[in-house]
């Protein structure tokens, strides 16, 4: 029996030919490391919420029809107060439930998210769970939602780490719009041919794009920086899907006309500005970049959930634009909050003169919150903050190429700039993979041996975002020469 489950539905509620796709897995799925671990970090945080509720009941699920059929038996044994994760099925629809509570006044249904603010988005979510429990069972009273609580630090009770809030009047209120549209979703799935494509903002992070709505489409109009809704309306109103259509009459902003501009004339823009950017730079110049961690649960004592600490940074010294340069590295102790001990290393590190080259705002924002965190440090980490210069920044107003395709994210100027350097043989090419790694580290998942070479792989890659930097500035100050 093939059945339609959440992640189909909600999809289809944006677009139509996506959820048809996504139900016969016709979608290539992206398996990171980074993806593994918050799954894993999903589970965990499920398995703490139902420490919260002993006298639970799990539905080992096997099949789908084995998980109906134990669902069924709890549900009839009155003994049985609470459900872990029970699943039900409505005409083809079906649903799991995080938690099901057995109360005088009907069933309770808890959703567990492991985010930690107030999630309205989670109502779609709890809204079709809902619809398809309470066609189930009767009455479904309260929907409720278990969210991470902010105040929680690593080593107070359980109980402290969630915040309840009840959110059944707006899932009522949503479940009831739902069930009005179910028997044209499943209509829709279940159809032998897929729904027509129809270019929409939110093409422009689906999965399905270059082969849908950006098929045979180099220079697409998503490519234009910060393409607002009403841009996008405007746009998609007189059939405009590629840049180099978009009329004269259509006002821009400056870095949309930069990007119209480069692909009509098939030049790289140059701003005159740059050279004067460029020479702001004093050398020595160092170039800096920072890993960190973030994990739900937090990994050390005192620590709240989705707290960022940094793990490790490389950092390139440069004399002159032509010689060798230096390197240093740093990476902590995983057992431990080791960011003092890296931040004392910086220090020594990183000199007191020349300018540091980063890219984005991230290096600046660690070194802020370090500095918050380490009063005694905090002179010193301010002064490292004066000498910043992002070259993000210099890229994003005075040089680009069409093949930057409106974006400036070092993983998509890089190979643009310097063709011969990616990430594509290192172990770990992408921050997500990094941070998941660092965590299964701190956490006492790898051996000796596998913490060795994890090691080695982190600092391999952080090693290749200074290098970049490197042979991006000079890239830039040999195309002024
Ligand atoms: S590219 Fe757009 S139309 Fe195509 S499947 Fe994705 S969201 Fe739907």
Known sequence: MRTI????????LDCQRLAWHLYRNLIEKDNSLGDDFLIFESKKIHAL??????????VNSGSLQEALAKTKELISDKNIETIFEPVFEYNGFVARADILCRTEEGWHIVEIKSGNKGKRKYIVDMAYSALIISKNLEPVSKVKLLLLSKDFHLGDPIENLFAETDFSIEVFIKMHEYFLILDDVKKMIESETSPEAKLKLCCKNCRMFKQCTG??????IFDLPR??????????????????????EIELT????????SIINDKVFISPNLTAELEKIQFPVYYLDFESVMTIYPLYANIHPHTQIVTQYSLHKSDNLNTEPEHFEFIADHTKDDRKTLAEQLIKDIGDTGSIITYSSFERQILNHLAQSYPELSESLNKIIERIVDLEVIIKFSYYDKNFHGKTSIKKVLPVMIPDMNYSELEISEGGSASSAFAYMAMGMYDQEKIIQTKKHLLDYCRQDTLALVKMHRFLAKTVQ
């Open 5 to 12: 489950n959440k992640s189909v539905f909600i999809k289809s």
């Open 49 to 58: 919420a139902q420490q919260l509720f002993p006298k639970g009941v799990k």
């Open 215 to 220: 098929k045979n489409i180099e220079y697409h």
């Open 227 to 248: 393409l607002s809704h009403l841009e996008f309306d405007e746009l998609c109103k007189i059939n405009i899907n590629q840049i180099k259509d978009i009329p004269n």
């Open 254 to 261: 400056e870095s949309q006309k930069i990007v119209k501009e």
